[in-house]
């Protein structure tokens, strides 16, 4: 399944803008309260349950050997709820608004597989990364990119940001 219904009121894109300027003010609560609006009216769009949010501070950073990464947001299927982070991890710097909005999106995503879809699991298949995007570009009001696929080891595929990027000029 790679298509999502998109809501034609624009009242998302209106609470995108609205969390664009409260994270201009960097206040935690505002973002809370606005990203807490925004699931509230999309949950309602799409006749899910509401699921809640707690927007934190810096991402968490995990160090192995030979990798590190950070953690931009998650999804509790159990209770419902969305974890997304303001801050990179190292230098403690605002996240950028597109970052922060597309992690928002993805993570509602996960919700909706869950809740409207009735997945067992929410894995991140192909069509998973296009119903995200899809709900991005719309929330965000940009032209939808068409995603680049890469084939990788063992039948998986990866999106190649780079010839993404290019497609959509």
Known sequence: MTTLDLP???????????????????????VRGVCADFLKTASHFYEVEDCGIRVLTARPLKVREHWTTELFGDYDPNSLLIRVWMRTAVRKEMTSFGTFLSTLCHEFCHHLDFQKFGFADSLHTRGFFERAAALYHHVRGTPPKQLVWAPVSGGRWRIDWPRTNRSAH
Not at 10 to 28: N, Y
């Open 8 to 30: 034609g009121d624009g009242s998302l894109h209106e609470f995108a803008q609205s969390i664009e300027v409260a994270m201009k003010m960097e206040r935690i609560a505002n």
